[in-house]
T-cell receptor, first 112, second 114 residues
């Protein structure tokens, strides 16, 4: 089965500093990988996805993710974090057309 | 706006009570699924459906029932609520077009069982 892991429960950064949220994957074949964000008391929002092609994927709200096949990683990045980026972030991989397997989630806190 | 609609947004139940969480989508997606979100565990699949009249169990199905009589609706039933079912529940839909197409989530139902 396809799976992802998020090694950090929490990430704390100062506003204006770079933000990185880590994700590693275990996938057979060519991976499809997703990032979702959950703001406090809100639903899951799609940020970006990797299917094939460029290893650097650009998404919503200024986020991007780098696919690294040799390190089996798909880290989420933002060059300059905002306080409003404070949220819960999930990496996910589809096991098939109807099931996503999620990482445990990483809570990001951006301090002013 | 097209999407997945969940009701209610919040619910408090007493142990032993039953209730139905509603989920509807208007994107004509073939696939629908229910997840529960618990701290430190990500989202776990409860039940899913690949089309009207077809449902199957996910990772954590005990205590929940589902049915899919139409393409649009996929209700989740709690038969006899237990405190262990306190969680945030998300409904999602996806297209048969393929796993790279994407998955759309509802805004969630926060359930507390006391």
């Amino acid at each position: 089965a396809q799976s992802v892991a998020q090694p950090e429960d929490q990430v704390n950064v100062a506003e204006g500093n770079p933000l990185t949220v880590k994700c590693t994957y275990s996938v057979s074949g060519n991976p499809y990988l997703f990032w979702y964000v959950q703001y406090p008391n809100r639903g899951l929002q799609f940020l970006l996805k990797y299917i094939t092609g460029d290893n650097l994927v650009k998404g919503s709200y200024g986020f991007e993710a780098e696919f690294n096949k040799s390190q089996t990683s798909f880290h989420l990045k933002k060059p300059s974090a905002l306080v409003s980026d404070s949220a819960l972030y999930f990496c996910a991989v589809p096991n098939n057309d109807y099931k996503l397997s999620f990482g445990a989630g990483t809570t990001v806190t951006v301090r002013a | 706006n097209a999407g997945v609609t969940q009701t209610p947004k919040f619910q408090v139940l007493k142990t032993g009570q039953s209730m139905t969480l509603q989920c509807a989508q208007d994107m004509n997606h073939e696939y629908m699924s229910w997840y529960r979100q618990d701290p430190g565990m990500g989202l776990r699949l409860i039940h899913y459906s690949v089309g009207a009249g077809i449902t199957d169990q996910g990772e954590v199905p005990n205590g929940y029932n589902v049915s899919r009589s139409t393409t649009e609706d996929f209700p989740l039933r709690l038969l006899s609520a237990a405190p262990s079912q306190t969680s945030v529940y998300f409904c999602a839909s996806s297209s048969r077009r393929g796993r790279g197409y994407g998955y759309t989530f509802g805004s969630g139902t926060r359930l507390t069982v006391v």
